[in-house]
């Protein structure tokens, strides 16, 4: 189950969101709310939150300013919803790897779709991940026997994984 943290500063908006979505069946949970970005940002440090959902124009904080002290350090995806059209904001939200930006007002049917993506994207990473994760304890394997067991191709391949997975 994936942690959906949901973050708007108009009340009726923000409950609009969680109630409206059927969460269980997208594989998520909203595990909180936060009615500024200040309180976003104490959430999303405390919680770990697999999706962000949040407003752009929000009070003390807003939500790209958020987004942009987190992001990096506690790996979700986030999604935008703002009554702001303006281009100016899609990309610089861009810039921090947000690829939904939905308008108000939200249409659920479409809300729903970009979670389903963003639920999507996390699940490719996971599997990718633990790929990854797998791979890596074969190659330590490898290392363990000696190197006249493990082929140059092996070899080259181990160095390629060491150097490009971080």
């Known amino acids: 189950m994936l942690k959906v943290l949901v973050i708007e500063d108009e009340r ?11 969460w269980l069946s ?9 009615s500024n970005g200040e309180e976003g940002l104490q959430a999303i440090k405390t919680l770990y939150p697999d999706i962000v959902i949040c407003d752009i124009n929000m ?3 807003s939500g ?26 899609a990309k610089e939200a861009m810039k921090y790897g947000i ?21 999507d994207q996390i699940k490719e990473k996971r599997i990718f991940n633990d790929f990854i994760k797998q791979f890596k304890e074969e190659i330590n394997i490898l290392k363990f026997k000696s190197d006249y067991e493990v082929s140059w191709v092996v070899r080259k391949m181990i160095e390629y994984v060491s150097e ?3």
């Not at 690829?99 to 639920?119: C, F, S």
């Open 59 to 61: 009070p003390i904080l």
């Open 164 to 166: 490009h997975s971080h």
């Open 99 to 119: 690829q939904e930006y939905i308008l108000k007002p939200v249409d659920h049917q479409e809300l729903t779709h970009a979670i389903l993506r963003l639920v």
């Open 12 to 22: 009726i908006i923000r409950e609009g969101l969680i109630l409206s979505i059927p």
């Open 64 to 89: 790209l300013d958020m987004i942009k002290q987190t992001i990096n350090d506690y790996h979700y995806k986030a999604m935008i919803i703002s009554g702001y059209s303006e281009l100016s904001y």
């Open 26 to 34: 997208l594989n998520c949970e909203v595990i909180a709310q936060a």
